[in-house]
Nanobody, 125 residues
Framework: QVQLVESGGGLVQAGGSLRLSCVAS???????????MGWFRQAPGKDREFVAVVSGTGGFAHYANAVKGRFAISRDNAKNTVYLQMNSLKPEDTAVYYCAINNIVDPRPTNYDYWGQGTQVTVSS
């Protein structure tokens, strides 16, 4: 079973930056280079929404319109880690951020197989 652990969340002022990290591990799998890794977020009372996804090699990335130009996703397969650099943060970015993996690039959260526990990001006005 794949385990995902997010970190890097916290409280920041509007306009500030955070970098989230997610480390993947599995008892019998150490190479995640064939798997897409994505970031999603969920605010209280809201559905979980897509934020960004990166292909297995890191050569392709796709972003939600709400974060284009502000967020950047990347990965380091040697460390089985995916990152989300968040700049110019807005109060509406406040949510629990989750990482997930899937066998293909896909913005639909229901298609992802494994999820982390999430990390809280709070952006104050």
């Amino acid at each position: 079973q794949v385990q995902l652990v997010e970190s890097g969340g916290g409280l920041v002022q509007a306009g500030g930056s955070l970098r989230l990290s997610c480390v993947a591990s599995a008892p019998t799998l150490s190479d995640f280079s064939d798997d897409a890794m994505g970031w999603f977020r969920q605010a209280p009372g809201k559905d979980r929404e897509f934020v960004a996804v990166v292909s297995g090699t890191g050569g392709f990335a796709h972003y939600a319109n709400a974060v284009k130009g502000r967020f950047a996703i990347s990965r380091d397969n040697a460390k089985n880690t995916v990152y989300l650099q968040m700049n110019s943060l807005k109060p509406e970015d406040t949510a629990v951020y989750y990482c997930a993996i899937n066998n293909i690039v896909d913005p639909r959260p229901t298609n992802y197989d494994y999820w982390g526990q999430g990390t809280q990001v709070t952006v104050s006005s």
